[in-house]
Structure formats: C-alpha cells, structure tokens
C-alpha cells in the first residue's frame, strides 16, 4: 500500500495502529500517527475498524458472551467492514 509521500509509510502506520489504540506510543509517535490518519484515508478506515473491533470485544469479554452476543458482534464488524468499503 502507497498513499504517496507521507512522512510515514502506510505499513508502518497499520503495524502501530493497535498501539495507537491502547495510547502505548509515547507522545511524539502517537501524534505522527494520527497526522498520518488525518491525511490518509485507507489508514484512517483501517483505524477505525480496529478500533470498533476493539470496543466490541471489550465489551463482549466483560462476562462470557452467549452465542446471540457473539453473532451480534460478528455482524456489527461485517456492517462496519461495508461501510467502510462504501465509503471508498
Ligand atoms: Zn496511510
């Protein structure tokens, strides 16, 4: 993947994007990261479904999730996955 020419390259960036997330960057990278985010738009998608990935799964781990829970959860993804190719 190549946006053109970014400080950062897109590779680099969705290896971090978890990091980013769990605000495990220190301050000078997180804020590299999200300038990268706001100029790119395949990464800033990536990110968010990382991100909403992350919350569904928090929640879900909270207590032991039921099979109506978890299918739940599986079809929220697949919206945002549609959403996201939507809106390219
Ligand atoms: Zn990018």
Do not use: F
């Not at 950062?8 to 300038?35: F, N, P």
């Not at 990536?46 to 109506?68: I, M």
């Amino acid at each position: 993947m190549n946006c053109g020419d970014h400080e950062t390259d897109c590779s680099e960036v969705l290896a971090e994007v978890w990091l980013l997330l769990d605000h495990e960057c220190d301050a000078d990278r997180d804020a590299q990261l999200r300038r990268h985010l706001d100029e790119c738009g395949p990464c800033l998608a990536r990110y968010d479904l990382e991100r909403t990935v992350k919350t569904l799964v928090a929640r879900s781990c909270s207590e032991v999730a039921p099979d109506g829970l978890r299918q739940r959860v599986m079809l929220s993804i697949s919206q945002v996955q549609v959403e996201i190719t939507r809106r390219d």
